[in-house]
Nanobody
């Protein structure tokens, strides 16, 4: 099993920044893809950003140029730097990790952007 611990969410004004972190621990064989998803009230959970084991990234169109995903393989940690935040970025953000072909989710961290 893999445990994911997320941190870094909170309340910020529009235009501000936050940095999310997600640390994986437990029985880790080979972490492949690491990503962040978000879910706003009444909406489905959508991909925000993804980074593969080689460092290639992809982003949702709505966050391109504002968010940056990165990973520290030595620490089994993935980060999401969020700049120029907008009220529509308000959601619960979830970390997702693929370990040895199994998918694990974090518990979620709330991000609230006030106008």
């Amino acid at each position: 099993q893999v445990q994911l611990v997320e941190s870094g969410g909170g309340l910020v004004q529009a235009g501000g920044s936050l940095r999310l972190s997600c640390a994986a621990s437990g029985t880790i064989f080979s972490i492949n893809g690491m990503g962040w998803y978000r879910q706003a009230p009444g909406k489905q959970r959508d991909l925000v950003a993804h980074i593969d084991s080689g460092g290639s990234t992809n982003y949702a169109d709505s966050v391109k140029g504002r968010f940056t995903i990165s990973r520290d393989n030595a620490k089994n940690t993935v980060y999401l730097q969020m700049n120029s935040l907008k009220p529509e970025d308000t959601a619960v953000y979830y970390c997702r990790v693929v370990n040895n072909r199994s998918v694990f989710w974090g518990q979620g961290t709330q991000v609230t952007v006030s106008s």
